[in-house]
């Protein structure tokens, strides 16, 4: 069995793919690259079968019609054969010291009889024309080299949540969860998260800088322009976590509080958008999705609308959207997303 299967989603990615590709080879017979062309219009077929042929031991070339990113995880995780799985997107990469450390440490697992259910590392927003990048880091809320469950962690802080970057799962988990991202849909990166973590018992923290997830192609789908134009994709993600783990169901309550702390902020998100469409049709939609969440939660409504966010997101008036607007911009500074 393989130690690892990395899942890279490709569409229409020939001019980025092979850094991609490159990055993953130092793992060697131990990983499984599976290079998911989702319906390609480009050489990117090419170029996923010219590697599968080069290394046939270690990629493998999956081809389907375009089902979306969510449809290309999917495929990854149905064919992984590795004990564990990552998804890099093809126009990210990652470290190759932090990647050689990180199989290291689950090789040792291995050796020890030990598995986990998901592994967490750090990720740099590699942003175009960015003078200093923004790493996120978890070493003030995990404990650090060690195996640990829900019980030993600390509170998140705003701006600091687990993402597809950071996270590597055991792949069984992932099988057995019931996890089925939606085809054709954007930003269903945050229910790859989020789905799975209610089944995690065990975790291991690597204080490493594994994960590069570059920022600044004009068409990336978290252009802040791209994702006003998908909304109605991104509300559709946002109802789905919604309505996939009721919070009330869950016992445990650091992890609550984190699935409360992560789709706070996806519904902020999604509100402030809204707000920045600037078009009635969308400022009812904001209205829709607040009485949406109250309809089906009414704790988690009053939680999320009349938490310090919340209250941001619903100034009333131009003078009340102009002061959520500008907090947006802030929280863009600081995170460095978009």
Known sequence: MKLLSVVIPCYNSE?????????????????????????????????????????????????????????????????????????????????TRAYLKIL???????????????????????????????????????P???IFTWDDIEPFRKGQYLLMHSLIYRTQL???????????????????VYVPLKHVKTMYYMNVEFYRYYIGREDQSVQ?????????????VNKLMIDTIPLSTIKNPNLRQYLFHHLEIVTVVSAILLIRSGTAENIQKKKDLWNYIKEKDSELYHDIRYGMMGHLMNLPGRLG??????????????????
């Open 144 to 146: 650090i080299g060690e």
């Open 15 to 95: 001019a980025y793919m092979r850094y991609c590709i490159e990055s993953l080879l130092p793992g060697g017979e131990s990983v499984e690259l599976l290079i998911v062309n989702d319906g390609s219009s480009d050489n990117t077929a090419l170029i996923a079968d010219e590697y599968a042929k080069k290394y046939p031991s270690i990629i493998r070339a999956i081809h389907q019609e375009n089902g979306g990113h969510g449809e290309a995880v999917n495929a990854g995780i149905r064919h992984a054969a590795g004990l564990y799985l990552k998804v890099v997107d093809s126009d990210d990469w990652v470290d």
């Open 224 to 236: 802040e322009k791209i994702m006003i134009k998908r909304i109605d994709q991104q509300i559709k």
């Open 174 to 192: 992932l099988k057995d969860c019931g996890l089925e991202l939606p085809k054709h849909t954007f930003y269903v990166d945050n229910l790859f």
């Open 104 to 142: 290291h440490q689950l090789q040792e697992f291995t050796a020890k009889n030990q598995t986990i259910d998901m592994l967490v590392s750090n990720f740099v927003y590699e942003k175009e024309g960015a003078k200093y990048k923004k790493v996120m880091k978890y070493e003030n809320v995990l």
């Open 321 to 338: 959207r102009s002061v959520s607007i500008g907090a947006y911009k802030i929280s863009q500074k600081l995170v460095g997303f978009n």
